[in-house]
């Protein structure tokens, strides 16, 4: 399930709310449904959820919407109505039926409206923060509105967090069906199969969609961090004010942006990550340090801040991991980006082709240009919390990020070193009981696993890392510009054809640009002494 389709709360009359109750016929825990609640398949097993796995689920989405007084929903628009009286305070949400609902936030996203210049098509994410609620508590998805739309799309996703258990809980009502797609736990339970590039997938994919998007088990945006590509924040979205005007019976009246989206889900996640770690120590050595060693969530990134400008330098986390280098770029010529964007044939394409703004011109990037995948936060936060929990240390996270460190994602060396994880209990993990660990596995074991040895051997080699890091940057910086720039578009087309065959994030070809390297086979990467593409 991909929370950045949409999120949004909802309204509607109760005619039809008690189309989900319980069956006379059915009789036992095993079978009986509570009165009143919702017939829910679990996706995981392919079978109906008892009474006593409904009354488990502890989330807003489990005791609101689909428990509580009112009977079963089965439209956003019922979803909302039930809200209202399930969900009111007497503080923030004095729910007044005759009004837009309260506690109520709604973002939307759309690849295609900013970059048109004119309205089109969106999807919306709604918190919805009644009880005292945070944003990541409860949310809803709403995909496929038009921005002709005479009525907001019926069919959704809905995430409610567990605050207990620490754990998302993923859910749909879609095919005139309630759906449960597991927790956060049930998506990461059955480990991970990963490719060649060490871009890891859970295995519960196959049986569970949301596994496919929400890798990590915690929440998404894909476009995490600033300038929020394809999300309002320094620039209005076409189309937008006029949507929540129209429905906001639905939508509330508070209208929020990427930046406030980026803070909800980084809330949530770093929440989850706290129990995911302790989750995985029960799954063993190999799965706690996975998102350290291979690529789990991802991001989108922009070289550029500002609308419709043209890049003047080359971010550092494209070429290197962040947790190794301190900020900084590489300068690029604007003019020779312009030029050598149209010369790979650069553009931005729909299902129908290349799109053209509503003047008639081409369009040959995203509104911040050059977007391009990076390595996730949630796995960014993840590996914070493991040094932070003192399960390794600084020193380690360098040494295993070292390995092949001009590869901050994609980096199947460094995934693949992942098979020589010791067997520990959960009392060995410790930074020098996983160091220890390593020493015995990585004995006598060439290449790859004989610098990563050599490295965990050094315990103070953290800075002879972040030096090698810097020479690298002073060699990206030394080559002819256009020299470097040309190497750089060619390894942001590996990334983005690694992205769209690794993992079904990139829902839409507008996300990023087209051009001659798309489908391509190029396996070069950089060489950490020269800064060129080998």
Known sequence: M???????????????????????????????LIAGTCKVTHELTQKTMTSSQIK?????????????AGGCPTTLDEITTKLRTTDKDTSSCKDDPK??????????VS??????????SYRTVISRTCNNRSNHELLMSVFGLSATATKVPQDLEMIGFDKTAGVFNYYARENNAWKFFGSSKDLIAEGYNCNNVGSCVPKAASKTRCAGCHLGGGLIIKEFDSPWVHWEHFTDTPGVTELMDRFKMTFGTQKDDGAGLESTVRNGNRLWNEKRIDFLKTKGTAELLRPLFCTIDLNLQSMSGSVGSVPSSVRGDFLLEPRLSSFDSVPIDSAEYTAQIAANGQKIKGSGGQLKDKDGKLVTDTIFAWTYPERGQADRDYVDQLVQKKIIDDDFAADVLRIDFTRPIFSGKRCALLNNAPVLTAAQMTPQGIRDGFKKTLAGKTGDSAELLASINDVADLQKHKDAVSKFMTACKARPKNDFLADALAWSGQLRNTIRKSVNLIEFE?????????????????????????
Do not use: H, Y
Request: net charge negative.
């Open 99 to 108: 009004l837009p609902p309260t506690g109520t936030a709604t973002r939307f």
């Open 510 to 534: 507008e996300a990023m640009q087209n051009d001659k390297f798309d489908g391509g086979s190029d396996a070069r990467s950089w060489d950490p002494a020269t800064c060129t593409l080998k």
């Open 56 to 68: 488990a689920l502890k989330d807003p989405v489990g005791q609101l919407v689909i428990q509580g």
């Open 111 to 120: 690849e295609r409206s900013q970059v048109l210049k004119k309205a089109d």
């Open 2 to 32: 991909n929370t950045i389709r949409v999120l949004t709360s909802i309204f509607m009359s109760t005619a039809l709310l008690t189309a989900c109750a319980e069956p006379a016929a059915l009789t036992g825990d095993d079978q009986e």
